[in-house]
């Protein structure tokens, strides 16, 4: 984005939970932690922050940081 390059979106409507890689280190230690207590047995734990965001906004939010306007192509999303 600084060097002035557009950036592809594949499905600009799609959301996506961005987490912190210590926030989710913290969830795993804590889980484990229970496991070892016996405070719980088969559980799903979902780590995640709860606020998703588009990668539309990503893009602009990084733009904005960055001081430039972004150029954004929108591309349908891809099979697979």
């Keep these: 984005m600084r060097r ?3 950036i592809t979106i594949f499905d600009r409507d799609k959301t996506i939970d961005f ?3 210590d926030d ?3 969830g795993l230690i804590l ?3 229970k496991l070892y207590r016996g405070e719980v047995v088969n559980e799903t734990f979902n780590l995640s922050s709860g606020s998703p965001a588009s990668l539309a ?3 602009e939010t ?3 940081n960055l ?3 972004p150029t954004i192509i ?3 999303i891809q099979p697979g």
Aim: aromatic letters at 4%; hydrophobic letters at 45%; charged letters at 10%.
């Design 24 to 26: 989710c280190i913290h």
């Design 62 to 64: 990084v733009a904005a």
């Design 74 to 76: 929108d591309q349908p």
């Design 31 to 33: 889980g484990i932690e």
């Design 4 to 6: 002035g390059e557009p």
């Design 67 to 69: 001081g430039v306007v």
């Design 57 to 59: 906004l990503l893009a």
């Design 19 to 21: 987490t912190y890689v």
